[in-house]
């Protein structure tokens, strides 16, 4: 049997059309790309089950097809950034008595371009083109971010309607922090909560009672040291619930497990707790807030560590430019990546509409010494507020070095991560870097890593009173 007994296939729908027999477990990028082209085009059908070029039905039996289907939707959620629009079907036929089935993957166009394939750390964008997929050019990809640059995923439509009933946490909310003030279905609809016929925004449906899907995934942990690489996990919860459960989840579990302590005061004595409640609320919301939405598979991320607490959400700042590191938040301007959701909590009272969450930060810790201080870093894909435990007396432990992320360096050497990791936030001499190395300053060094890293561009070298120093180009290195 083949393909066309079972479908309707015109000329047309044939150029976006694809089929394998199986997922090849060991060229995974070799069929995500199919999905992401469509994705990056005018959407298509991909079917797996059916054998390529010809069309015969190969088919799977039930359990395989289950099995099939899982992990193709695992690995979708794992490698396509941000998830497209797909709809997953079986197509049930019969041969020889044997009921078998196939796997109908329909995919539409992404309202949000590009679609990237990111394996093994290294990013990639296809495009769909008369039949087949290629890696998209320039012009395709810029093309690509135009057409979506104004597109917010919490002001797209969905097809549920608003009922009051389903919203009481959210209304709740709204009271605890107005003073008991009501809020309104007027209000909520001026917002752009729903629509005029009552239709929910996507943003709309991260408030609804029960609400328990991946969109506003929290993680918590704390860690026993300084390092969450290399140190013991004491505690790791996650949480999946509406937003104003999971801002409430994340200042509870903090909140718990956070150290006090007492200071001498003129006639008595005064707490200190670890985070001044002030900045910790704000760097909960603001993560909240600024999450980017369309990033499936990823979740906020809170890190509790013996110097420090750590808030990293998934997305940088919106619009923004990508920031390594600084300490002085008030400079900071980050344009809403989520336009409703922050008009909720500004409605609600937890966020100001000036957006000056970051000076109420810098202002809790305005007396505090110059190790413990908050500060910000942003990467491609996240962003993080560290803030310092106050009653840690040696404050943030310094770590010259970041974590980075980069695609490896042609006849790059073992010593490279480590390179563009201690000269990402500083710019360093050779013997600087040879020394944090334990190498010997030598000619081969110079050449063989710092100047292989040079000639491809990962670091930027410049002279200052006759010395070279060398840092981490951050259009290519980022923060991992």
């Known amino acids: 049997m083949y393909l066309e007994q079972l479908v309707a296939i015109s000329a047309i729908e044939d150029m976006n059309m694809e089929c394998k027999a199986r997922l090849n477990r060991n060229d995974v990028v070799g069929w995500l790309k199919t999905i992401a082209g469509f994705s990056n085009a005018e959407g298509g059908s991909f079917f797996i089950g059916v054998e390529d070029k010809t069309n015969k039905l190969i088919g799977f039996s039930r359990k395989d097809a289950d099995n099939e289907r899982n992990f193709l939707n695992n690995q979708i959620n794992e490698h396509l950034f941000p998830r497209p629009a797909l709809r997953i079907s079986f197509i049930r036929y019969e041969k020889n008595g044997r009921e078998l089935y196939l796997i109908r993957v329909d995919v539409t166009e992404s309202l949000i371009k590009p679609v990237i394939v990111k394996f093994n750390h290294i990013p990639s964008i296809y495009m769909r083109r008369d039949g087949f997929t290629n890696g998209a050019t320039y012009e395709e990809i810029i093309q690509m971010s135009i057409k979506s640059s104004n597109t917010q995923f919490d002001i ?9 009933e389903e919203f009481s946490k959210l209304f709740a909310f709204h009271q605890e922090h107005n003073g008991g003030a009501k809020l309104t279905d007027k209000a909520l609809m001026s917002l752009g909560f729903f629509t005029p016929d009552h239709k929910l925004k996507k943003g709309a449906l991260l ?5 328990d899907q991946p969109k506003t995934e929290v993680q918590c942990s704390v860690f026993s040291g300084f390092n969450k690489g290399s140190e013991r996990i004491v505690t790791i919860n996650r949480f999946k619930g509406n937003i104003t459960d999971s801002i ?3 200042l509870e579990f903090v909140k718990q497990r956070m150290n006090h302590t007492f200071i001498k005061l003129a006639n008595s004595r005064g707490t200190i707790d670890s985070y001044p409640e002030r900045a910790l609320f704000e760097g909960i919301v603001s993560a909240v807030a600024h999450r980017d939405y369309f990033l499936d598979g990823t979740q906020i991320q809170v890190d509790m560590l013996k110097d420090r607490l750590e808030i990293s959400s998934p997305g940088s700042f919106y619009q923004g430019e990508k920031i390594g590191k600084t300490y002085d938040l008030s400079k900071i301007i980050s344009k809403r990546r989520n336009e409703l959701i922050c008009g909720i909590l500004v409605k609600c009272n937890v966020m100001e509409a000036a957006g000056t969450g970051f000076d109420k930060i810098m202002q809790e810790y305005m007396d505090a010494d110059e190790h413990h201080r908050p500060y910000i870093y942003s990467a491609s894909d996240h962003f993080t507020l560290v803030l310092p435990d106050l009653t840690y007396s040696e404050g943030v432990i310094a770590d010259d070095a970041e974590n980075v992320e980069f695609v490896p360096v042609p006849n790059g050497t073992p010593h490279d991560e480590k390179v563009l990791s201690f000269c990402y936030n500083t710019a360093r001499k050779a013997a600087e870097i040879a020394e944090y190395l334990e190498l010997s300053d030598s ?7 710092l100047e292989n890293l040079v000639e491809h561009h990962y670091l930027e070298k410049d002279k200052a009173a006759g010395t070279n120093y060398y840092k981490a180009n951050r259009d290519i290195v980022g923060l991992g």
């Open 156 to 164: 797209l439509e969905s097809e549920e309607i608003y009922v009051r």
């Open 207 to 211: 408030f609804r009672d029960g609400y």
């Open 248 to 250: 409430c989840y994340m």
């Open 443 to 449: 000619s081969y060094f110079r050449k063989k890593i």
